[in-house]
Every structure is written in C-alpha cells, then in structure tokens.
C-alpha cells in the first residue's frame, strides 16, 4: 500500500505527471479546496479525523517526506536496522528497507521520518495487525522484535495482514531516552478520553516522574498523531506493543484464554491516562498487547520471535470473535 505525502521540491518530476497533477488540482472547485486547507490544518493541530477523506490523500501520487527522497529513507532505515541489537544479514536489512513506507505527516518532533514496513494477507476475512516498537526510546532490544517480524513476514504469506513500525521514537532512540526530543512520553499522551481531567493529576501523584510526563495536551506530540494517523489509515482489529524489561505480556481486551508462553506470563497490568491501552482499548475497542521482554535468552532467540508473533496473530482472531459477538 502506498500513501501520499507532501511532494518534495528535490524531487524532479516527469512532465506527464505534473501535467495530470495540475489537471487534479483544476478539477477541485472552491468549496473542494477550502476543504482541503481546513483538514490541513486540523491535522496540523493534531485533531482526530475519524470518517474523513483528505483531498490531498485522494488527488496526490506517493511521494516521500519533504526534502528527502525515497532513498534516503530507505538508507535511513538500513541505518536504523543495522544499529537495533543482535546480528542480522546485511542484505536481508536492504531487502527489507527497499519495502518500506512512509505514511504522509508522520515525522518526529526533529523532522525524522517515521516509516513502516506492511504485508497484506490474501487469506479471505484476515484480521489487521498493527505492531510497534520503540515508542520508549531507552527499551532499544524492542526493535530487534520488530526487525524479526518484518523479515519473517518476507518470507511467508501470513494468514493476518500486518502493518510493523519498528521506530515510533525515533528521537529518544537516537537520545536514549524514554522520551520524546520534548521530554513527553508517547505512552502517555494519546488523547484518551479523560487526559484532561486525569493525565496531570496521576502525573503528578506518581512523583511527576520527568520520564512519564504526558506532555502539555493529548496528541500534543508529531509522534503520537503519526500514530493515530495510522490508526485511521490502517484501521487495525489488533495492536501489538513491544517493550522491555518488565517480563509479561499485558493484555487490554475481552477476558479470554491465553496459550502458554515460557517465561512470560500473562497479566493485565492495567493502563493510565494517556496510554495507548487505554485510548485504544477502552476508548476505540481495538484490543492492545503489550509485549514485555525481560533478560537476554529472549532478545537471542528467534523462534522466541517467531512464536510471540504467531501468538499475537492467534489472539487477535480469538479476541476480535470475542468483541465481534459482544456487539451482536
């Protein structure tokens, strides 16, 4: 799949396709563009647009982010890749950086491209899988799941459709911190439906940890609307969070069996104002599970990857029968 971002001026045209770009742009009378300006700036402001269809996402071929070309992203994600922990072929990295996309406005607070990598399933009725990784930019084996799944996912056609983005941080990975480049943690800043009343509050009653600052406002933050832009886009029936060091996996969704996992019990652990288990979950139905890893044996094994992945895909069917039969 790919998506339309704002066209670049380093990017040198061919003359048939500025000829029908600005035969597209004359077909859009005055009501249409200043539409268009309005939708531009509500996602500017990071509003939520839940049942619309941006002009500019409808008229506009894929381009790449704004001053950069879709070289250098793909150089930016074999870099990124190559510096995620444990040994991984070097060509496979290419390969797998040669397949990725980038979804038009998701760039970090430093104007780092946020890019995903996406494998549609053929199956009839397969469920959509959303999967993240690094949205705490200290948790740096997280992204060595990622990676494995991406390049898993070459090689097999799976019976769920995925959607991986394996840096949702990419400041505070390059700083080390949990945090974002304006010291907000992204696990708490979605805009869940009590932040306002709540997400301070519990801040602060907590020690107003620097490290879970929620920022000044829900979606205040470039990375946690890149995100929700996804959520839109994407419409997934199942996120999956890879994190570490806690050792668990934490389930937001319907009460329901789990298959048993060696050394990573499942718990619910609860979630806080802000958090991408709560706004996603409680707030929008779409189940979250958390993947915490915990000690070495984990990050080293990739069949430990494999079966968390296939775990995840199982889960997400099981659960979404689950909602689906609560709803009816």
Known sequence: MQHKPTPSPLVVL??????????????????????????????????????????????????????????????????????IPGR?????????????????????????PIYHYEKLSEQEGAKRIFALALIHGDEHPAGAVARAWMSRLERIQPRNSWRVVPVANPDGWARGTRTNARGVDINRNFPTDDWEQTALKAWQER????????????????????????????????????????????????????????????????????????????????????????????LDSLAKFDQLQDISGAVAIQANEIVRRAED
């Open 207 to 298: 020690g107003s940890q620097p490290r879970r600052y929620p920022g000044p406002s829900g979606a205040s933050e470039s990375e946690t609307r890149c995100l929700m832009h996804h959520f839109r886009e994407f419409q997934p029936d199942f996120i999956v969070s890879v994190h570490t060091p806690l050792g668990v996996l934490d389930f937001d969704g319907p009460p329901m069996s789990f298959p048993h996992v060696d050394r990573l019990p499942w718990i619910s652990l609860g979630h806080f104002p802000g958090s991408l288990g709560r706004f996603m979950w409680r707030d929008h139905d779409v189940p979250v599970l958390t993947i915490e890893l915990k000690g070495q044996p984990e």
């Open 88 to 112: 991984f072929p070097r060509q496979e990295i290419e390969e797998l950086c040669s397949k990725v996309q980038w979804l038009s406005g998701c760039m970090s607070e430093e104007s780092v």
């Open 14 to 83: 061919p003359l048939a396709y500025l000829v029908s770009v600005m035969l597209l742009i004359w077909t859009l009378g005055p009501k249409e563009l200043k539409e268009l300006k309005e939708l531009k700036e509500l996602s500017e402001q990071g509003e939520v647009l839940e049942d619309v269809v941006s002009y500019e996402e409808e008229a506009l071929v894929p381009l790449w982010p704004e001053g950069m070309t879709q070289e250098q992203v793909i150089e930016l994600c074999i870099e990124n890749m190559r510096r």
